[in-house]
């Protein structure tokens, strides 16, 4: 069956994939947050798995090991692997993303807050990709600038590289739109 719009709200999303992750994977393991990955035969959401290490303020961030495709249609895990990094598009040095990283000034308050704006508004981000061949209308460009604002300020600086190698084409796509 083909996926189509509407999609399932991503705090669900994450409700499920970490369910599957969670019997298999230590609590140790941090993982990404949902992102659409696009494919020339599929459509589905992508979360990573890495691990993270040492003290707060020190932490060590590890390359993806795992990953979770995710219908967003009906949050439902279509698969949960382990990966290479490369499989994941993960070669070679990674680069620094600017705009990305999170203040360390930041409240815990404040970041919980943010990460429920940005998951509260991702269904509306990935619906507008998935029909990436219509423009979006100006409520829904206001909406992808949130999302982008949100990512960069929520995202672990060492963490973006992951995302935008996993799906190129959503991150070209989201700086073309916002």
């Given amino acids: 069956m083909p996926i189509e719009p509407p999609f399932k709200p991503a705090s669900e999303i994450c409700i499920k994939a970490g369910r599957v992750a969670a019997s298999s994977l230590p609590d140790e393991v941090a993982e990404t947050l949902p992102i659409p990955r696009r494919t020339e035969d599929e459509f589905a959401l992508i979360i990573m798995h890495y691990s993270e290490s040492g003290p707060p303020g020190k932490r060590e961030v590890g390359l993806p090991h795992h990953a979770t495709l995710i219908n967003p249609q ?10 290479s990094p490369e499989e994941l598009g993960i070669q070679g040095q990674l680069p620094k993303i600017d705009g990305v990283g999170i203040d360390p000034e930041m409240t815990s308050m404040q970041f919980v807050e943010k990460r429920k704006r940005f998951l509260e ?13 219509e423009k979006p209308n100006a409520a829904t460009k206001v909406v992808i600038a949130e999302y982008v604002e949100l990512f960069g300020n929520i995202t672990k600086q060492e963490v973006a590289p992951f995302y935008i190698a996993a799906s190129p084409d959503f991150f070209r796509w989201l700086q073309a739109e916002k």
């Fill in 74 to 83: 009906t949050a439902e895990v279509e698969k949960f692997w382990k990966c």
């Fill in 121 to 133: 508004i991702s269904a509306n981000v990935w619906e507008a990709y998935f029909r990436r061949n």
